[in-house]
């Protein structure tokens, strides 16, 4: 069994920071990627950054320049910083593992709240 945890959530103004850690337990592999998605209320969820094993990222375009994805395969921990947000960053943010194997399967945190607001 697969668990997933994010933690680091919260409400933040306009311009603030905000950084979010998610530590996957359980029989999971290193060299599966990690990554972060998030869903706004009416919105279907959408990847917000992804990472492999040996730390190659990738950003949605909203997000580029701003959030930086990291993780420690030590500590079976992904970490997403966020500066610069917005109130559209506003959504729950969750932690996501893909299986690399011949049926990739998706794990999938709990969520935790952001909210942007003034």
């Known amino acids: 069994q697969v668990q997933l945890v994010e933690s680091g959530g919260g409400l933040v103004q306009p311009g603030g920071s905000l950084s979010l850690s998610c530590t996957a337990s359980g029989s999971i592999s290193r060299r599966w990627p990690m990554g972060w998605y998030r869903q706004a209320p009416g919105e279907e969820r959408e990847v917000v950054a992804t990472i492999a094993d040996y730390s190659s990222a990738h950003y949605a375009d909203s997000v580029k320049g701003r959030f930086t994805i990291s993780r420690d395969n030590a500590k079976n921990t992904v970490y997403l910083q966020m500066n610069n947000l917005k109130p559209d960053d506003t959504a729950v943010y969750y932690c996501?593992?893909?299986?690399?194997?011949?049926?990739?399967?998706?794990?999938w945190g709990q969520g935790t709240q952001v909210t942007v607001s003034s």
């Open positions: 996501n593992v893909r299986s690399g194997m011949i049926r990739p399967y998706d794990y």
